[in-house]
């Protein structure tokens, strides 16, 4: 009896001591299967076929349109202003008189250089035909002519004077701002302002153009302008300007001249698009989304779901098509591109596909 108790006892003790151990292994399994989890989590993405498809080459750009022609006009003489000829919003045509400044001291000194340069015309004809018969030298005469150009210089001078008085229009357009009234003193250093003058009768619309579409863009080319304010109106325009050279994004500046219509509904700051018409045919190429690239277009990488497994590849990119991008080399029709989560995920990184 009593040996059929220690035996008892023993076996207990040994499924105890087989329990202990195999429960110690699991955890230690799992710590194992936690390590490899942490090494290479599973990343949940989105992801994109590649697929040759048949594509149009146009494009379209955005920009704000400016004015042809901005000018502050600023006061170039010292002066009281006595009268202002225009208010904000009144169109003006250039030479077109906009504000009178005082003359009464200006006049007075025109008057005076009048009388002067008469009175040096006279002297001169007097001692030109006096020197004819001898009377004067000739040294004499050349005095009195000298000193009636001089005379005459004054005299168109203070006619400049006078003229500035009554202040004009550089450009045509429309009055921006008006930043005098009657009785502001004007100063010719530092200059007042006086108006801002903004000519919308035309306008520059300045978008931007890619490595591969600006080859095909030439000055004078007929571009197509719409503005979201006025979805149902179309504007012709044209290309005067492509920029020689990209700028930090390595995009090429371009720039549209439109003509405003009759009313001038497009004013200058509005958004408007250019809807650039290619003469190719629309042609079969490979695109991806173009949120595929990992840190934009120009890194010429994307992730690739091999078997699950995040692979980076290299490709060479082509022509920018809205959202979607041209592939040259580096990828074949069915692979699948990474579309979200790139930030998330490196070389050998497991993924978990999004449906």
């Excluded at 919003?89 to 005076?112: K, L």
């Excluded at 994307?302 to 959202?323: P, Q």
């Amino acid at each position: 009896m009593k040996k059929n108790i220690i035996t008892i006892i023993v076996v207990l003790g040994a499924i105890a001591l087989i329990a202990f151990t195999l429960l110690n292994n699991k955890k230690e399994n799992a710590a194992k299967v936690a390590v490899v989890a942490e090494k290479n989590p599973t990343v949940s993405v989105k992801v994109a076929e590649v697929k040759t498809q048949e594509m149009s080459l146009d494009f379209s750009s955005n920009g704000n349109f400016e004015p042809i022609q901005e000018l502050t006009v600023c006061a170039e003489k010292s002066g009281k202003v006595i009268q202002v000829l225009v208010k904000e919003g009144d169109r003006v045509s250039v030479g077109q008189t906009i504000a009178i400044v005082r003359s009464d001291v200006i006049n007075v000194e025109a008057q005076t250089a009048n009388a002067a340069y008469q009175t040096a015309l006279a002297d001169f004809n007097r001692f030109e035909n006096a020197y004819q018969t001898g009377g004067v030298t000739k040294q004499q005469v050349d005095l009195a002519k000298q000193n009636m150009i001089n005379a005459k210089a004054r005299l168109t001078q203070a006619k400049i004077n006078v003229g500035d008085t009554r202040l004009k229009a550089p450009i045509s357009g429309i009055i921006n701002k008006r930043f005098i009234e009657p009785g502001s003193i004007l100063s010719g250093m530092p200059p007042t302002q006086m108006f801002e003058i903004v000519n919308v009768s035309k306008l520059k619309l300045k978008v931007s153009a890619n490595e591969s579409q600006i080859a095909g863009l030439k000055l004078g080319n007929t571009i197509q302008v719409t503005s979201n304010i006025f979805p149902d109106k179309t504007f012709s325009g044209k290309i005067t300007f492509i920029a020689p050279k990209a700028d930090s994004s390595l995009n090429f500046p371009v720039e549209i001249e439109i003509s405003n219509n009759a009313s001038n509904d497009l004013k200058a700051g509005m958004y408007g698009t250019a809807q650039f018409a290619s003469n190719q045919q629309k042609q079969n190429l490979m695109i991806v989304p173009r949120n595929a690239f990992v840190g934009g277009v120009s890194s010429n990488q994307v992730f690739v779901n091999e078997n699950g497994v995040a692979v980076l590849k290299n490709v060479t990119s082509g022509r920018i098509l809205g959202d979607q991008v041209e592939i040259i080399k580096g990828l074949n029709n069915g692979d699948q591109v990474v579309v979200t989560g790139q930030l998330n995920i490196a070389e050998g990184t497991k993924l978990e596909i999004i449906k």
